[in-house]
């Protein structure tokens, strides 16, 4: 039996949209793609203090679901840390931290008083730390 061009096209396309997929999820997550991430965390856990929930469940909830996201879309690569894949375990701590510091910037009420505390203080230590000098060409 011998298939037109447009049978062809109708018995490949199934596969073709498969593929396509998985080609394009495989970049590591941009900037701009882990601030998004970020941003949807610490929504997710300023609605679900808002409910009601322990802070500790909300950020361990908000943090899996992001590393999961990077793990499953993004082949636990994240451009800004390099190339070398992240093991899950690294992920999720590194979720739950962006998910810590979003809740204190987006719903700071939400965010346990020592929690918060905590935050500013590594962002204060962090921004007052003096860069290293660039390096000459």
């Not at 062809?8 to 495989?26: E, K, T």
């Not at 809740?103 to 009420?109: D, G, Q, R």
Request: proline share 7%; glycine share 6%.
């Amino acid at each position: 039996m011998r298939l037109s061009r447009s049978q062809f096209g109708l018995l490949i396309l199934p596969l073709v949209l498969w593929i396509a997929p998985l080609s394009a999820q495989a970049a590591p997550a941009t900037e701009a793609e882990m601030n998004l991430y970020t941003r949807i965390a610490a929504l997710n856990v300023c609605i679900a203090r808002a409910a009601g929930t322990d802070f500790d469940k909300a950020v361990a909830i908000a943090g899996e679901t992001i590393a999961q996201v990077i793990q499953g879309g993004h082949q636990s690569q994240i451009a800004q840390v390099g190339t070398k894949p992240l093991s899950i375990e690294e992920l999720r701590r590194g979720s739950i931290n962006s998910a810590v510091l979003g809740a204190v910037e987006v719903c700071p009420n939400e965010v346990p008083a020592d929690v918060k505390a905590k935050v500013v203080e590594a962002v204060k230590g962090r921004t007052a730390q003096p860069k290293a000098p660039a390096k000459k060409p």
